[in-house]
């Protein structure tokens, strides 16, 4: 039985499908828009002419489409051909199917591919009796590109296990049943309506007798290559049930919906041609009938005068624009609209006033499900603004102002203009900066803040040294340089976007879905920072890259044109599980649309607009319409109606020509290394055969022939006693490889080597690309409606693409959408990529904003707005306003490079404070005790993968390459995850820095999840580290910390500059902490290890076993100090 629930069905979206049968003497004509498919059968060669067709009995060889698309069906075989007949019913020609024929077209021309609606109509006429229990009257089937069926792209009509009701059928999916026989010897009219997103419509005779949704096993639209076959199943020719016995007459398909008015005038027009039993209801006018209801119960309210909650009920568009809860009536939807619902529930008109008849009801849900029609011109513009002035009173929503930098009494501590900002919000606190940190601990943080690397023993002492002036400076600016800087800020912003390599939920534990290619766009990260391309350009880049070049016709891809579509990538973060047939479904499709954009909003806008998918949001100045028409602006990539699943949002690294070429060059050489393959097994097979008749020849002759039927014979197949001589026989008579490759002559081995030579030579030539993944529109932008209570089965307003209302300015209101000649797509992306990086505006400054705020909560551990991810009303004012509107403004003036001001913020003496201050005066702890006003340094705990980074560099392991494939995960039984040792490029691979670790959303490497990496359902403006047991209980115990203190150990011996104790433990503070041991600490550092050492050599152990073993503890001790975690 189907599984269906009735759920609302969008009437401005309908597409009915349906056949009918139409009169060949008849002038009345069906709508010609959007016709794909007319088979007339009273004019089978589609000449128009009617007067000299065949005779009834004569065979349908060619049934001519007369939509002017060519889809002529047509049957080759006289066994298989229906034939032209006298309807009884009407007199009129029709095609007759006798239970064993059919008509086939290999491939339909205009149809739209995807979830995408359509029309099919027939009047059919079967027997009521029939031995076919599942006939099939037509049949779509879809095929991909490689002729392969795949499942649930196609559909079909007919009758199942002889119920003789209409059945709508998704192949290999879920069906739709009508409620009326249909296989009763009546001639019917039928009309199934499919609405797209699941939704379809059954129609019996002009009745709607189901409004259904699909199930379960959903409908995934339809390919490019679409089969279609009347009378039965494609390809199931063997299978008799389901040929289909009865009359076809005319055939229509159409890829867009008919009107309930154009759908109502063909139900009259066949009813009347072939006197069928349709029952047709008059539609109520508007303006007639609807409206002077609506008047006499409802215009004192919603009318001229008044207009209660927004709401005016005098025009059709005024009542799909709707008031304060939205549009009032959803065409073709009575029970999902608020006016028809409400009059229906009584909750409206109000109590004490005259409630509305039954006929009055009656007229207007009939109203509502013939489209709501009216006689005027129905314009739905975008509502007015929600916007108002105390809206705009909100920091965020203003552009940054210029601001001096205040003078300050503290001059000497003045290191840049920042340090005016910051010291002035102190001093008007009674507070100051406390001291500089030393030297040893600003280069540990700046080595850590720059490349997330602890700097070695000598950079240390380089810096320390160095006391010349600019000393600090040359540090930083040698450090900014450093390729590693990309990893490290590089890693900052894969939170921000909520990058993973892998695809889906990432529910499971055990089963790894790595997306091929994806990490081509961590890769790309890295490389902008490095380059410190400037932020506008990176932005825009992510947003729209394949709109910023002409790839689709591209010889070959330049460098900078794959970097371009690489960053789309940006736009693959979202969770989507749409790749698993079960979940590819509409919700699940408008799901990843819908986080799409909020984590674009949310990485470059700093708001939150979840709570706008179902409401206009409570406490930010973001509505319904506004977050849809944001939405929109994706949605041409993210096409619910097209669908493109995660796993097929990749493609070659090469162009479409340069992939051709390759293929084509690596197939002619494949071509020529398996003849040559052949060859050598022929002399091969040559050489064995004569070892093996020279060995048969030695048995005796009675045996002999059975033994080589036994053998050649085999095994499964062989007779007893064909088993017993194989194996007495077997082993000593069938040659084995190496015999074979010894019994060679030297002519045959000589061709052989030749063979090899050859082949290998020719490998060498086969050239390979790889995969990427990448986001571009694949169709026409579909259209976008707001959701209500954000269910995609309930639609209301159609949106246009816009950037949100609070941060548009008027001269900027109109969002341009047309696309750029070179690239053939919407534009929207670009168009929104453009704005945001138009510092001039306020959409342009505010974005800068957001970055710079980011930047500065990196290098001080909180932003300066608190809530780096939330700039709206809901989140935290700056803590100073003018300080990061000068920095916005510098950030924009050097031309939105980051490595600029990242020096610039280094630079400054609040930067440079310690964070371990002696000063607990009253005034600071009473004052800021949370250090909002930065009187110090934020003591600040190592990201979880600068501590694995550490760890490595410390021990002298760190494998500092960059780039290239993630390094796999092993989930172990009991719950570990650890780096997959197999496969690996070589050892030494499982020791490359943390960020080319697969990033999955759960279950991440072990070592990193201890120390807070984040679970990335959306993205991480934020990192926030904990202070757990476990990460102790790791720090003590885990495999890797135990291991890299054992190469820490070794390196000291290596490196130091002596062997005694003393030099050993300097070494070791040196390299894990970034300073020297102080007296006391060397003291109880060198017991330790003399103590360890003698108790490992009662154990046994050799003396320098025993010393290096105690130094390996020595250096465990280190890494689990706070100063190792930290950064002072």
């Known amino acids: 039985m189907p599984s269906f629930f009735v759920p609302p069905c969008l009437r401005t979206t309908l597409i009915i499908v349906s056949m009918v049968l139409f009169s060949a003497t008849s002038q009345a004509d069906a709508p010609r828009e959007g016709l794909i498919l007319w088979l007339d059968s009273a004019d089978l060669d589609g000449d128009g002419n009617t007067s000299n067709e ?8 060619r049934w001519v489409d007369k939509s002017s698309q060519g ?13 032209v007949e006298r309807d009884s019913a009407s007199d009129q020609p029709v095609v007759r199917f006798h239970g064993d024929d059919f008509l086939a077209l290999d491939r339909l021309n205009g149809l739209r591919i995807g979830d995408q609606m359509f029309h099919l109509v027939i009047v059919m006429h079967a027997p009521a009796e029939s031995e076919h229990l599942s006939q099939r009257i037509l049949d779509f089937e879809s095929r991909d590109s490689d002729g392969s069926v795949p499942k649930r792209r196609g559909f079909w009509v007919g009758d199942q296990q002889g119920r003789k009701l209409v059945r709508f059928g998704i192949n290999e999916g879920d069906e739709g049943e009508g409620l009326h026989v249909a296989w009763d010897g009546e001639p019917h009219l039928l009309e199934l309506v499919y609405t797209s997103e699941q939704m379809f419509e059954m129609y019996f005779d002009g009745q709607r007798e189901r409004r ?15 089969s279609l076959a009347l009378g039965q199943h494609i390809h199931w020719e063997d299978s008799e049930q389901t040929f289909y016995q009865g009359d076809l007459g005319e055939v229509l398909f159409y890829n867009r919906p008919l009107s309930t008015i154009e759908r109502q005038e063909v139900n009259r027009y066949l009813t009347e041609k072939f006197s069928l039993s349709t029952e047709l209801a008059e539609i109520p006018q508007f303006e007639t009938e609807v409206q002077p209801i609506l008047a006499k119960h409802c215009f004192d309210c919603h009318g001229d005068e008044t207009r209660e909650a927004q709401l005016d009920l005098r025009a059709v568009s005024s ?55 009216a006689e005027e011109q129905v314009v739905i513009s975008a509502p007015p603004s929600k916007i108002t002035d105390e809206d705009r009173q909100h920091w965020a929503w203003n552009k940054p102002q210029h601001h001096e930098p205040p003078e300050v009494h503290q001059v000497e501590r003045v290191s840049n203009d920042i340090d005016r900002f910051v010291l002035a919000r102190l001093e008007d606190a009674g507070l100051s900066y406390s001291r500089e940190a030393d030297a040893h601990s600003l280069v540990r943080r700046v080595y850590f803040d720059l490349i997330g690397l602890p700097p070695s023993p000598s950079e240390v002492q380089q810096f320390v040294d160095d006391t010349s002036p600019g000393a600090y400076e040359r540090l930083i600016d040698r450090v900014l340089e450093s390729q590693h800087f990309g990893e490290r800020w590089g890693r900052h912003w894969l939170d921000v976007v909520g990058f993973v390599d892998v695809h889906g939920s990432d529910n499971d534990f055990a089963i790894i879905k790595p997306l091929p290619g994806k990490w081509r766009y961590r890769d790309y990260v890295v490389r902008s920072f490095n380059q410190d391309k400037p932020f506008d350009r990176f932005i825009t880049e992510q947003l729209a890259g394949d709109e910023l070049c002409d790839w689709r016709s591209a010889e070959t891809f330049t460098p900078e044109m794959l970097d371009n579509l690489i960053a789309t990538t940006f736009l693959l973060c979202a969770n989507d599980d749409s790749s698993q047939n079960e979940l590819n479904t509409p919700d699940i499709r408008h799901h990843v649309l819908q986080r799409t954009s909020e984590t674009v909003a949310n990485a470059l806008l700093a708001v939150t607009m979840e709570c706008a998918k179902c409401h206009d949001h409570k406490y930010e100045p973001i509505s319904q319409y506004d977050y849809y028409s944001f939405e929109s602006i994706f949605a041409p990539v993210f096409n619910v109606h097209n669908w493109v699943t995660a796993e097929n949002h990749v493609r070659p690294d090469v162009s479409d020509a340069e992939r051709a070429e390759i293929d084509q060059a690596n197939a002619t050489i494949n071509s020529r290394i398996d003849g040559l393959t052949k060859r050598g097994d022929e002399i091969h097979l040559t050489c064995r055969g004569r070892i093996l008749q020279q060995r048969l020849d030695e048995l005796s002759e009675d045996i002999r022939d059975a033994v080589k039927t036994a053998i050649e014979t085999p095994a499964d197949n062989r007779t007893d006693e064909q088993k017993q001589l194989a194996e007495a026989h077997e082993s000593s008579i069938v040659p084995s490889d190496e015999q074979i490759e010894a019994a060679l002559t030297d002519e045959e081995r000589h061709e052989c080597s030749e063979i090899e030579r050859e082949t290998a030579d020719m490998r060498a030539c086969l050239r390979s ?9 694949n169709a026409a932008p579909p259209a976008t409606h707001v959701l209500r209570r954000g269910n995609y089965l309930r639609p209301g307003l159609e949106v246009h693409p816009a950037l949100l209302d609070i941060l548009t300015e008027e001269s900027t209101q109109v969002f341009r959408s047309e696309s750029e000649d070179l690239t053939a797509t919407s534009g929207r992306r670009l168009e929104l990529a453009r704005r945001l990086t138009d510092s001039d505006t306020l959409a342009g400054s505010y974005a800068a904003r957001v970055i710079v705020n980011r930047l500065w909560q990196q290098l001080f551990g909180r932003g300066i707005v608190e809530t780096s991810d939330n700039f709206g009303v809901s989140g935290s004012p700056p803590s100073h306003p003018e300080l990061l509107d000068w920095l916005t403004m510098e950030f924009v003036r050097e031309g939105w490079r980051v490595k600029p001001l990242v020096k610039l913020m280094m630079m ?5 404070q310690t964070s371990m201050t002696d000063d607990t005066s009253e005034p600071v702890e009473t004052v800021d005790p949370a250090n909002k006003l930065l009187w110090r340094m934020n003591l600040r705990r190592l990201d979880s993968e600068q501590i694995r980074d550490a760890m490595l560099t410390v021990s002298g392991k760190l494998d500092p390459s960059i780039g290239g494939e993630p390094l796999p995960l092993d989930v172990q039984p009991d719950g570990m995850v650890l780096i997959k040792q197999d496969g690996l490029p070589y050892p030494e691979s499982q020791w490359r820095r ?26 991480c403006s934020l990192r926030k580290p904990t202070a757990v047991v476990t990460q102790s209980l790791t720090l003590l115990h885990d495999d890797f910390v135990l291991e890299q203190a054992q190469f820490m150990a070794d390196r000291a011996r290596d490196e130091s500059a002596d062997h005694d104790s003393a030099a050993l433990i300097s070494w070791a503070f040196m390299a894990a902490l970034g300073r020297p041991a102080d007296a006391e600490e060397t003291a109880w550092s060198v017991e330790l290890l003399t103590r360890h050492a003698a108790r490992y050599q009662e154990d046994g152990m050799e003396a320098e076993q025993a010393n290096l073993k105690a130094l390996s503890d020595v250096c465990h001790m280190l890494m689990n100090t706070n100063e190792f975690l930290y950064l002072p």
């Open 994 to 1019: 943390s960020i080319y670790v697969l990033a999955r959303r759960n279950y991440q490497l072990t070592m990193l999840r201890m120390f807070d990496q984040p679970i990335v359902t959306r993205n």
């Open 769 to 777: 690309y790889d995969q990427i993944t990448w986001a571009v529109e």
């Open 54 to 61: 065949t005779l009834s009995g004569e065979p349908v060889t």
């Open 908 to 912: 400054s003496s609040v930067y440079r």
């Open 71 to 83: 889809n002529h069906l047509a049957q080759p075989l006289a066994e298989r051909q229906p034939a």
């Open 212 to 226: 259904a949704m699909f199930n379960g096993t959903h409908f995934l639209g339809l390919t490019d290559h679409v």
């Open 319 to 373: 009542m799909l624009i709707g008031g304060e809860a939205g549009p009032v009536i959803v065409r073709g939807e009575p029970e999902y609209s608020e006016l028809f619902t409400r009059i229906e529930s009584g909750q409206m008109p109000p109590e004490g006033e005259e409630r509305l008849t039954e006929d009055e009801l009656h007229i207007i849900r009939e109203w509502i499900e013939a489209d709501a029609p």
